[in-house]
């Protein structure tokens, strides 16, 4: 049966165990397999004929708010950034906690400033922080526990609560509540009157404490997804189309594939089209990384939401809204960020048979200080600082908020990669297999050299190879079109065009018979030999890598022209930097041997592969695999794409076909090789911060809880220990956001 894919957004979510009960609820579901990430409130479901609404109402059973995605903009907003409601209600309640707690806290640490009823006062600031600042986390908690569960926010609720009501039994029905009642501050748990001792300052405290890490992650979640929806927002809001001569300014979304756009220098462009009329330069920086113009003529592609910033272009839109590389950009990042590595997966296990066994341990540490004659205070702070501290909101963090910003910086850069899985795989990467056309080449060919026989000028020459090939599509053909374009001359009159597919062209130019092609074909099928001081100038060229055609025309050899692909300027640089990472490159190509070698010997590579069809890539992918290799493939074609899904890490050129890039792991937007290394290098630094998140998240859990149960905490402490923990996670992850390419001298 056929597999949809359905995003849902989640409500109700405030711990990592809330979105770990989704996923087994959803998972539950006979031919559904779903993933649900706690940072960015998504759940990514496969399902195999299961209805939306038998999806959203298994949510809501489980006692959250499940619901379809709007649609994502991908044109700049109208106004500025919208007001979250919740993070701004977030903020408030932690304001107020915080001004009535600290107040509550001093009074109890410090006995000389603790006058007679100062309990009293103290309570009657305390009770608010306890019922309406704590009040999610008892919502929370109630939720949960009403379906048979138990998460984080369970054992929050059960502590605060617990400090509270140790305290109010405390002051109605003990000694607390006696007028000039003294308390002093221990870290540890003390000895004495149980019904003596107050722990107002716990329960108000660990409120604030928890409020300001809840309210630094959702502020960082905010921030982690800035960079996803700043790219969602680079598009244009109106394009000029041009319709019979007439010009209108329209919404982008009126646009349809077919519609001509006039885009001046200074204007963003609309949409994704090939320019028909004009030259400039357009500024692709915004999303590609590179921070030069790159020059474009009519017949190229551009890419809606870049910069012109050169001359007046005429653009034919060819896809718009949802279609665009803009809008595929935004899914690519939004389903990295969705996802999740194997070991957060290992974390999520953990989690979600974490609260229930803490829960124990707190009734373990309470009891066992009770039975070895420890104090109830003793006893008490023990249980409610195991059940504080042990909270494992880092570890739900420790994934998702550095695939935010990891993946998010990567958009910045030009860099699209698909999720946490891949980060896994360019660590053990040790090969790189390149492609050589489009990928280290510009994959455009020019004319190299223009060498003549006696009695032929060069422009001459070029002038009726040039018309005699004005018919070909053939990229050489093309090549040398183009050139003559740059030495202008009369146009040739043309006619009885014919093509000779595999080795030239044949035409009647000015009233003479011009052949263009192979110098074998000319000498074979034409009578046309090379003249002899020729011979070794065609050798030298095709040793080098270049393709030689032979002109003629009235039956006599005129001169040959050497057309080539050039090497991308960045090339030998990203090799460098590839051995650098430990990788060991490999080209790879359909080209002949002497062009192979060629460009092999310009970037730096040994190992060549040339005259390798579709087919021979793909079992060079899998030779080098059952050698023990680990591969990454760099390719841009249609020929590529088997390859590309076959490697361990498949990298595309974004300048490159559909397919290519379908079948890839990471798109290089900008198509410079050099982005392929800045690719590595960002997932690699990724994958450490997730796997320095998660050791933190774990190693502070193992080693916090027996601290706490054998009484050497004081709750005050485990709650501000757990906050920072979290905190830790989230801004050890926003260091990715200054992550930067290499310093390369080509740029």
Known sequence: MTMTDVNLDIGGMTCASCATRIERKLNRIEGVTASVNYATEKARVQTAGVETADLIAAVEAAGYTAALPAPVPVTAPADGEPVDAELLGLRRRLLVSAALAVPVVVLSMVPVLQFTNWQWFALMLAAPVVVWGAWPFHRAAVVNARHGAATMDTLISVGVIAAFGWSLYALFFGHAGEPGMRMSFQVTGTAGNGTSELYLEVASAVTVFILAGRYIEARTKKQSGAALKALLALGAKDATRERAGVEELVPVGSLLPGDRIVVRPGEKIAADGLIVEGNSAVDASMLTGESVPVEVHSGDRVVGATINVGGRLLVEVTRVGADTELARM??????????????????????????????????????????????????????????????????????????????????????????????????????????????????????????????????????????????????????????????????????????????????????????????????????????????????????????????????????????????????????????????????????????????????????????????????????????????????????????????????????????????????????????????????????????????????????????????????????????????????????????????????
């Open 330 to 747: 935004g899914r690519l990042v939004e389903e990295a960020q969705s996802g999740k590595a194997q070991a957060q997966r290992l974390a999520d296990r953990v989690s979600a048979v974490f609260v229930p066994v803490v829960i124990a341990l707190a009734l373990i540490a309470f009891a066992g200080w009770l039975l070895i004659g420890g104090s109830v205070e003793t006893a008490f702070a023990a249980g409610v600082a195991t059940l504080i501290i042990a909270c494992p909101c880092a570890l739900g963090l420790a994934t998702p908020t550095a695939l935010l910003v990891g993946t998010g910086r990567g958009s910045q850069l030009g860099i699209l990669i698909r999720g946490p899985q891949v980060l896994e795989q360019t660590r053990t990467v040790d090969t790189i297999v390149l492609d050589k056309t489009g990928t280290i080449t510009t994959g455009k060919m020019t004319v190299a050299t223009v060498e003549v026989a006696a009695g032929t000028s060069p422009d001459e020459l070029v002038r009726y190879a040039a018309a005699a090939e004005e018919g070909s599509e053939h990229p050489i053909g093309r090549a040398i079109v183009a050139h003559s374009t740059s030495h202008p001359s009369d146009r040739a009159s043309v006619e009885a065009f014919k093509g000779h597919p595999g080795h030239g062209v044949q035409a009647i130019v000015d009233g003479r018979l011009v052949v263009v092609g192979q110098p074998a074909w000319l000498s074979d099928s034409w009578s046309i030999p090379t003249p002899p001081e020729l011979l070794s100038v065609i050798g030298a060229s095709e040793s080098a890598g270049v393709t030689v055609m032979a002109v003629g025309w009235d039956g006599v050899f005129r001169g040959i022209i050497s057309v080539g692909d050039t090497v991308k300027s960045s090339s030998a640089d990203a090799v460098a930097e590839f051995v650098a990472l430990g990788l060991r490159p490999v080209l790879l190509t359909g080209d002949n041997a002497g062009a192979a070698h060629a460009v092999a010997v310009q970037v730096g590579i040994s190992e060549v592969h040339a005259s390798t069809t579709p087919t021979g890539k793909l079992a060079l992918i899998r030779s080098l695999q059952e050698a023990g290799r680990v591969v990454a493939m760099v390719g841009d074609g249609v020929n590529d794409a088997a390859a590309l899904a076959a490697a361990d890490l498949g990298i595309a050129m974004g300048t490159g076909t559909d397919s290519a890039i379908a079948a890839s792991d990471i798109t290089i937007v900008s198509g410079n090789l050099t982005g392929v290394a800045d690719a590595i290098r960002l997932s690699r630094r990724t994958l450490g911060t997730i796997k320095a998140n998660l050791f933190w998240a774990f190693a502070y859990n193992v080693a916090a809880i027996p601290i706490a149960m054998l009484g050497l905490l004081n709750p005050l402490f485990a709650g501000a220990a757990m906050a920072f923990s979290s905190v830790f996670v989230v801004t050890n992850s926003l260091r990715l956001r200054s992550f930067r390419p290499a310093t390369r001298e080509h740029r």
